[in-house]
C-alpha cells in the first residue's frame, strides 16, 4: 500500500522548516547583540550568588548535627599469651554528635585515623571457656576520647565477641615445591642432589590448635621453563591463616646437571635363603635402566648396584615369580626401571 502528498502539502511542510530556521537564526543574532555592560551585570550577579552560597555553607558546617557515620577500629592489646580467632568487625557504625565540619570529613573518610580499641582495657564478660563479649553501649565515652570534638552517642553493633586460644610458638622445617612438568628440565639436564633452602627452618607462631598440625611449611610453587643450570632464586612461602612467620622469604638452590641414561645388565642374587636351601634366580641377570648425572657416573664404580629377589616372598605371597629390586638404591640415580621386574626362581636342597 503507498501512500503520497499532494503538491499542497508538501508546499506547507518545506514552508514550516522554513520559518523555524529562521526564528533559531533571529534568536542568535539578538543574544549577540546583548550590550558589554549587560554581560558584566549578569557575571556580577552570578559572582554574588557564589559568594551567598559559600558563605551559606561555611555557618551551615558550623552547626551542630546528630548522624550516623562509619568508622574504622583497630584492636590493640589482647590478652597476655592469647591470640585472636575468627573475625571481628572492621569498622563500627557510630552515631554521633559534632560540628558538620568535623562530619563531612568523617563522612568523606579523609585521612580517618583508626579508632584504637583497647581490648584489655574493658571488662570482658565470659560466654564459655574461651569466648568473651564486650557491650560497646559501655565503652562509648572511653571511645570517645580518642575522636576530636566528636562525641558517640551509640556504637552499632551493641555487642562485639572475641574468642581467644592459647597462643604458641613452633621451629618448622622449610621444604622447597617444584612444579615439575616436561618442560621444567631442558633436554638432557635434571636435578643433581638435594636442593638447599636458607633458612631451612622458620619460628612460627599462632593458635596452640593450629600449630600441632604443622610439621613443616612449604614454598610457594618453583615454575622454571627448560633449566639448564644450578640456579639460586627467592622464594616465597605459602602463608597459613592465623599463623605468624618469622620471615617470609627463603634462598632456594636447585643443582642441575646433564645426565646420560645407562643400561647394565646384572646378576640377580637371592636373599634370606635358609641355609639348608639354594636358590636362584630364572633369568640369572636382569637389565636395569636408570638417569645419572654425568659428574656423578664414576661414584658407582666405588658402590655398584646389586639386584636382589626375597625368598621370604614365596611363602609370605605363595607367588612363583619374585619382584626385581636394588639392595640399595643411591640419590644419584632416578627414573629406574627393570627388565624384566620380575624374575622366577629355582630352589634346591644342599
Known amino acids: 500500500m503507498f501512500c503520497t502528498l499532494d503538491a499542497v502539502d508538501l508546499k506547507t511542510k518545506t514552508d514550516n522548516i522554513t520559518a523555524f530556521t529562521v526564528l533559531l537564526k533571529e534568536v542568535v543574532k539578538r543574544l549577540s547583540r546583548i550590550q558589554l555592560f549587560q554581560q558584566r551585570k549578569l557575571l556580577t550577579f552570578l559572582v554574588f550568588i557564589l559568594i551567598s552560597a559559600a558563605f551559606w555553607f561555611v555557618r551551615s558546617m558550623g552547626e551542630v548535627y546528630e548522624t550516623e557515620v562509619t568508622y574504622p ?25 559534632a560540628k558538620g565540619f568535623r562530619i563531612l570529613k568523617s563522612k568523606l573518610n579523609l585521612n580517618l585515623i583508626p579508632l584504637k580499641f583497647n581490648v584489655s582495657s574493658f571488662s570482658l564478660n565470659t560466654l564459655g571457656t574461651d569466648t568473651f563479649y564486650v557491650i560497646t553501649a559501655t565503652v562509648k565515652d572511653i571511645l570517645s576520647t580518642e575522636l576530636d570534638q566528636i562525641t558517640i552517642l551509640d556504637i552499632s ?15 618448622v622445617e622449610v621444604v622447597p615445591v617444584l612444579a615439575l612438568n616436561d618442560k621444567f628440565f631442558q633436554k638432557q639436564y635434571m636435578q643433581n642432589g638435594n636442593i638447599a633452602v636458607s633458612p631451612d627452618s622458620i619460628i612460627i607462631s599462632g593458635p596452640k590448635t593450629v600449630l600441632e ?23 616465597n612461602l605459602s602463608l597459613i591463616s592465623t599463623v605468624t612467620f618469622s620471615q617470609h622469604k627463603v634462598m632456594v638452590s636447585i643443582p642441575v646437571d646433564r645426565f646420560t641414561e645407562v643400561d ?11 641355609d639348608s636351601l639354594n636358590m ?16 656423578n657416573y664414576n661414584k ?21 615369580r619374585l619382584t626385581v629390586f636394588l639392595a640399595d638404591t ?20 644342599k
Open 300 to 320: 658407582l664404580t666405588k658402590n655398584p648396584l646389586i639386584l636382589q629377589i626375597d625368598y621370604n616372598a614365596v611363602h609370605e605371597k605363595q607367588v612363583n
Open 157 to 171: 553493633p551493641d555487642t562485639l565477641f572475641f574468642r581467644f586460644t592459647d597462643m604458641a610458638v613452633k621451629k
Open 213 to 235: 598440625k604443622i610439621d613443616r611449611i612449604l614454598t610457594e610453587p618453583i615454575i622454571f621453563t627448560n633449566l639448564s643450570d644450578t640456579v639460586q632464586i627467592q622464594c
Open 264 to 274: 647394565e645388565n646384572l646378576p640377580v642374587v637371592p636373599v634370606n635363603v635358609p
Open 73 to 97: 577500629v583497630q584492636y590493640i592489646n589482647f590478652p597476655d599469651n592469647k591470640i585472636l580467632l575468627g573475625r571481628v568487625p572492621e569498622q563500627l557504625q557510630l552515631r554521633v554528635r
Open 330 to 349: 643411591p640419590k644419584i640415580i632416578s627414573n629406574i626401571r627393570f627388565n624384566p621386574k620380575e624374575t622366577e626362581f629355582l630352589i634346591t636342597r
Open 280 to 295: 636362584i634366580a630364572i633369568p640369572g641377570k636382569v637389565t636395569i635402566t636408570y638417569n645419572i648425572c654425568l659428574s
